[in-house]
């Protein structure tokens, strides 16, 4: 390799270097989308009547239709710090976890995290951190890059 050709692959390397610096910053940016993330995966399982591993839930005992039509309501996200943390409120917190008189209907994971949640929280890292790197080679100001990743506030 020539001179020039050494000096550019540096050059290159050292990019990389400047773009791999700012990734640290992604964890202030991450735990707001990944909320998002989490809160449309668990919602739509209990918007189907599923388990968040997709096992139906018991028919409702009074007529044998769908229990809990409107769960994914009950359902809401917040952070702090790196963390997301998902609720559950109301009556389906009961259901959730069952009575000796009602069946339990899991709506939140429970013993660990369900392939599907597992791959959408995945492929987020993914996207964001493509966003990111992308923005910081074109940005170089780490500051203004939050604001350019979608779905940050």
């Not at 996200?77 to 997301?84: I, Q, Y």
């Not at 939140?108 to 080679?137: D, F, S």
Request: charged share 20%; hydrophobic share 40%.
């Amino acid at each position: 390799m020539s001179d020039s050709g050494t000096a550019a692959a540096l050059a290159k390397l050292d990019e990389w270097i400047d773009n791999l610096r700012t990734i640290h910053e992604l964890e202030n940016v991450a735990p707001p989308v990944l909320a998002g993330i989490i809160l449309a995966e668990v919602s739509a399982t209990a918007a189907a009547g599923t388990t968040p591993e997709g096992q139906s839930w018991a028919p409702r005992k009074a007529d044998g239709g769908r229990a809990l039509a409107n769960a994914a309501a009950a359902l809401s996200t917040t952070t702090s710090g790196n963390t997301v943390f998902l609720h559950l409120d109301g009556i389906e917190v009961i259901h959730h976890f069952g009575t000796s008189k009602l069946p339990s209907r899991q709506i939140l994971p429970m013993g660990g995290v369900p392939v599907k949640l597992g791959n959408a929280i995945r492929e987020g890292l993914v996207q964001m951190t493509e966003e990111w790197l992308t923005r910081a080679k074109a940005h170089r100001k780490t500051g203004a890059l939050a604001k350019h990743v979608k779905g940050s506030k």
